[in-house]
């Protein structure tokens, strides 16, 4: 075989581990709305919003001007954001039959709604919203958050 | 979608106008409002700064996220709809839970049931981008081991109809608790109808 040829199937074999290993974790969430400008950054990649996009932890949601997206995740947390917005997904354990519950946002800008799911209802200490400077511990609600430099 | 108020522009110009006279003497860039939730009750947030903390349990009241110690003050509607209309334009419908109960011992709907599966897919069909989560439930007659084997059946059952009216099967989860989670408590070998049941997440 050819140098150039086996060179370029390691390559392909490289380029399939590293993608699969984000790839092979389960999605916790799934985007439902979205307008304008809106995008996921997922593994490296940035992926334009649809409706039924699977995410996954550490996931970075992303508005232009004109965006805005929403998003459930598994455990029916519900969050949905405006233009120039910035939003991680850090933390997400959902396995109630195992007592494994967590969940970490941060708001990096923007504006946002988050409407609490399972996981605020059974472990509400296990629910937080951080952003720049505060932290929102969040006790089965719904709340509106917004983070200007 | 969140349901918007039906002010004229005028109005909503002066309530915006008004909400940002009160607020501009100490207005913080970086702040939280607490909502009531979908059920009219309101719950409660803890707002923590670097040197302190404050409770929020009124709908309406805010606190800052960019002070030492989170300060908290009162927001009008109109300056809620003005700062935060697209992120609340942006809300997902509401999960929808629906439960279908099943005949003695099988994957056999009870006729009302039938009949509302049609609603399911209803749901599934009028939300573009639907993920589902579907869990099987027995009664406590029978063994254990065979209940969980027939909760999985009927979970499956509902998902392979789902699945013939078009929904893709990688946003399709499916798992069954047998008899370890009845709807109705009852002692073991005890047939009732309540606990035969698949219930179903639309998100």
């Known amino acids: ?149 | 979608m969140a349901q918007r108020s039906g002010m004229h522009g005028g109005n909503l110009l002066l309530a915006a106008l008004v909400a940002g006279l009160a607020v501009s003497a100490c207005a913080p860039k970086s702040w939280v409002v607490l909502l009531p939730n979908e059920d009219g009750s309101t719950g409660r947030i803890i707002v923590s700064g670097p040197e302190g903390q404050a409770e929020v349990a009124e709908a309406g009241t805010a606190a800052s996220l960019d002070t030492a110690v989170p300060e908290t003050f009162d927001v009008s509607r109109g300056e809620i709809d003005t700062t935060f209309g697209d992120a609340l334009q942006a809300q997902p419908s509401p999960p929808a839970v629906f439960r279908l109960y099943f005949e003695l011992g099988g994957t056999q709907l009870t006729p009302e049931s039938a009949a509302l599966l049609q609603d399911v897919l209803n749901e599934v069909g009028a939300r573009p981008g639907a993920d589902l989560s579907i869990v099987g439930h027995t009664d406590t007659a029978g063994a254990a081991a065979d209940n969980e084997a027939l909760g999985l059946e009927r979970a499956h059952f509902v998902r392979d109809r789902i699945i013939a009216a078009g929904l893709k099967l990688d946003r399709i989860s499916t798992e069954s608790h047998g008899e370890g989670n009845l709807l109705v408590p009852t002692a073991d070998d005890v047939s009732e109808p309540r606990n035969r049941r698949v219930e179903i997440v639309v998100r």
């Open chain 1, 1 to 149: 075989m050819a140098v150039w040829l086996r060179s370029l199937r390691y390559a392909a074999i490289l380029l399939a581990f590293t993608t699969s290993a984000y790839a092979e974790s389960d999605p916790i969430g799934y985007v439902k709305t979205h307008a304008g400008a809106a995008f996921v950054d997922a593994g490296g990649e940035t992926l334009e919003a649809f409706p039924g996009l699977a995410l996954r932890e550490g996931d970075v949601i992303r508005t232009g001007d004109d965006g805005r997206l929403g998003l459930t995740l598994l455990d029916n947390t519900v969050m949905s954001v405006g233009p120039n917005a910035e939003l991680v997904v850090e933390e997400y354990l959902f396995r109630p039959g195992e007592g494994e519950l967590g969940l970490g946002v941060r708001l990096l800008r923007g504006t946002m709604q988050f409407i609490s799911g399972v996981i605020a209802k059974l472990r509400p200490e296990a629910v937080k919203v951080r952003t720049t400077t505060g932290t929102i511990g969040v006790r089965g609600t719904r709340f509106l958050v917004k983070v200007e430099d």
